[in-house]
Structures are given as C-alpha cells and as structure tokens.
C-alpha cells in the first residue's frame, strides 16, 4: 500500500494523459540524489597537444633534473608573454625541449641537450656572455631572426636581423640592418614556442661570443696588436661589449654550433641613428582603413631596405606594464643598463678578414675573397675560414637543438589558424 502512495506520489496526473500512459514515472537525475559531501572526484582534462612526439634521448640518456616538469602541462608562449611567472625556467623549457626532440638528420648541425644545459649553467653570473639566434616567424612582421647577447646576469641585448646572419664572403648583399629591440631576460634564450598571435621560434644557433678590437679599415685580428689589446685584457668579453656597445663600433665572434668556428661580424651605428632617447607613443592622426588601403603589397622582390617593424613582436602586457616597457626599453625582470634604444638601426657586416679570408684578384682584375691558407704543425697548409652559407627560412631552417621546423613547432603546441607573412626571400646571390 504504501509502494503504491508513493508510486502515486511519483506519477504523472493530468486530465489530458491516456488512463495507459499513467504510470509513468519521472526519474531524478543523479545530481540531485547523491551525496554532497564530500564532492566527487573530477576528472583531468587533457590539454590538447599534450601527446608529445617521439622523444628522442642524449646519448647520456634522460637527466634526473628533467623529471619533475612534465612539459606537456606548461604554456611556453604564457610564460614567454608574461602571462605566467615561473622559478625554474630552465628545468621547465629543458623538459618541455627534450620531449619534442626530434631524430637527427645527416649534414643538420644539433647540440647534445647536455651541452645546452651545462652552456646555459656555466653563464648564470654578471660576466657570462651568452649568445642566441632565434629564428621567428612572426604573422605581422614576417620571418626574421632574433641574435640576442647576455650584458648581466639576467639580461641580454637584442638585435632583429631580417634576413640572418651574412654567410656568404662574396655576395652582392653582404650586410644587414640589425635594429635594436626590447632588452631581454636571459631566460629568454632558453625559448622554442608557438603561437596563433607570435607564430613560431625556433632556436638557430646558440653559444658564447667573444668581442675584439675594432680596427675601421677592417684589418686583422692578430697576437701583434699589443698596443689595444693589452688595454683590453684585464676585461670579461661581457665588459667587452659595454664598452663596445657605448662607443658604437662592435667587433663580434661568435663561437656557436651552426656558425663555423671563427665566424665574427662587426656591428656599427651610424651618427645619423645615433638617438639617445627612447621614441615615443606614436598617435593615430588618421583612418586606419584608408592607411591599410593605401600601404603596397609586399612582394618577393622587394629590397633588403625593407625591414621587419620590432613593434609588433612583442608580448602583450596591460597598458601599465606597456608604458613601464616603453619607458625603459626592457622586459620585466630585466635591466637596461647599456641604455639600449628601441628600434635603432645598426650596420652589419660579415668581417671577412677576421673570418679566415683573404682578398684576391685574378686575371680579369675581379676581386674574391678566398679562404686563406694556415700552416698548421705537423700537418702543413690547411684552410681556414668556411664554406658559403645561406640562411633559407623557416621552411628549410630546423632548431640546433631539437631539430625541428617553425611549423613541427606550431604543431607540437596544437597552435590552429597561424598565417605567416608573404614575401620573404632569402638572400641567395
């Protein structure tokens, strides 16, 4: 009887119901009937792209300090842009680094992830001079490459190199504009990520650099020039380049593990660039419409004069941090002490002489540059400078360090809808 009230409780009364239909009942949803307390147990999500690629190892084989970052649950690009603060950059990129490496491939430079760790360790001072080219393929600015120099201990100067570093000695375009960006944090150089908004980067080259006297009629660095070297002597390569830095004229070596040994450019600023304040906010005067409308396409033959504007790669910050940014020309955390100024242009050229080359003319009266011949004890003459580089972009250039394409990076982070920028063209001739 009492099934039966409660049945009665339950069941659907209504004047408009078939008397066979009646007895149907309404069951309550689970929600309503469980406990409270304590909650369930939520499952995990899985963030999609976690499914890491084939990892391939060191042949020393996985670090114990790479296992407590598991990588796959990090936002490299949030932690790049800012958005996130971290303790241990290194242990969370080398993790995240090592998983997405890929199998090495005959004639592709690669550095052991060993020795990536123990290069990035053995700098973590005021005088460490690391160096790093990132490769960048930015939506709005386009493929361009990032070299970046440690002044301090947490900072670095920064330079955007369109086309890359000259490889080349005997190219018609041999020099580079190389404008200055925002000062860095050191972790910075640490950085393979991927982004709808930033596009992808990859690590080019990494390593230590050297800096040498600078000589204005691009003569050679030898163990004669007693008279400025001794001068220089007592200094670290990173006082080096303060000093250079200030005096606009830098001769740079860069000993890295793509970049043939010797390999050194000089940097000069010009003294119609040479502004000595930060530029400021620029306001919109007219329709952005009618700006977008009127502004040429960019087109693969276009001149190296075209360069990539610095201003649209950046991460993004409140208006606040984007002032204090504008200000002093640096990223939180980081210190421009050298008063770098955003967007100065400087001059890069390859210096042939410091690289191993010798000028020579032949019968036609044609200047060449040659590598030059050393003699070597014991083993005669041999050769030094190097054979002719060119840097093809993104669609050719894989990561020194995990071996991977700008578009295996954007894949490996899941990033859905990147358009990267027509109209870049390596520098072949």
Not at 261 to 276: C, I, K, Q, W
């Amino acid at each position: 009887m009492m099934e039966e009230k409660a049945h009665g409780a339950r069941a659907i009364e209504n004047p408009f119901v078939k008397p066979e239909n009646q007895g149907w009942t309404v069951s309550l949803h689970r929600s309503l009937v469980r406990s409270v307390s304590p909650p369930p147990a939520r499952g995990r999500k899985r963030r999609r792209g976690c499914q890491n690629p084939r990892r391939v190892a060191d042949e020393d084989g996985t670090k114990p300090e790479d296992q407590p970052h598991s990588g796959s649950n990090v936002d490299i690009a949030a932690i790049e842009a800012g958005k996130e603060d971290v303790e241990d950059h290194l242990g969370i990129f080398s993790a995240r680094l090592r998983a997405s490496t890929r199998a090495e491939l005959p004639q592709v430079p690669r550095l052991a992830h060993s020795a990536w760790r123990d290069l990035y360790l053995r700098n973590q001072h005021d005088d460490g001079r690391h160096f790093v080219v990132h490769q960048h393929d930015h939506p709005i600015a386009g493929p361009h490459y990032d070299l970046r120099l440690q002044f301090s201990r947490t900072s670095s100067l920064s330079f955007a190199i369109m086309y890359g570093l000259p490889g080349n000695p005997n190219s018609k375009r041999l020099s580079r504009n190389a404008t200055e960006t925002r000062v860095h944090n050191l972790w910075n150089h640490l950085i393979e990520s991927a982004s709808a908004a930033s596009g992808s980067m990859i690590i080019w080259d990494t390593g230590e650099y050297s800096v040498l006297p600078y000589y204005d009629n691009d003569a050679l660095q030898t163990d004669q020039s007693d008279a400025s070297i001794s001068a220089e002597d007592h200094l670290t390569e990173s006082e080096k380049l303060r000093r250079a830095f200030h005096q606009r004229k830098i001769r740079l070596r860069l000993h890295g593990t793509r970049l043939p040994p010797n390999y050194t450019v000089t940097l000069r600023l010009a003294r119609g660039n040479n502004a000595s304040r930060q530029p400021t906010k620029r306001r919109r005067t007219r329709d952005r419409r009618k700006e977008i409308s009127r502004r040429p396409e960019l087109t693969s033959s276009d001149s190296e004069e075209l360069e990539e504007r610095p201003s649209s790669d950046q991460p993004s910050h409140s208006d606040q941090e984007d002032e204090i940014i504008r200000q002093t020309n640096a990223y939180r955390g980081a210190t421009n002490s050298l008063a770098s100024i955003y967007q100065r242009t400087w001059y890069m050229t390859l210096d042939r002489v410091n690289s191993g080359f010798d000028r020579c003319v032949d019968s036609t009266r044609a200047v060449r540059w040659a590598r030059k011949e050393e003699a070597s004890p014991g083993n005669g003459a041999s050769p030094s400078g190097f054979e002719p580089f060119f840097v093809r972009g993104p669609d050719f250039e894989r990561s020194v360090l995990t071996g991977r394409l700008g578009s295996d990076v954007l894949s490996d982070e899941a990033v859905v809808g990147f358009r990267g920028r027509r109209g870049w063209r390596a520098v072949l001739e």
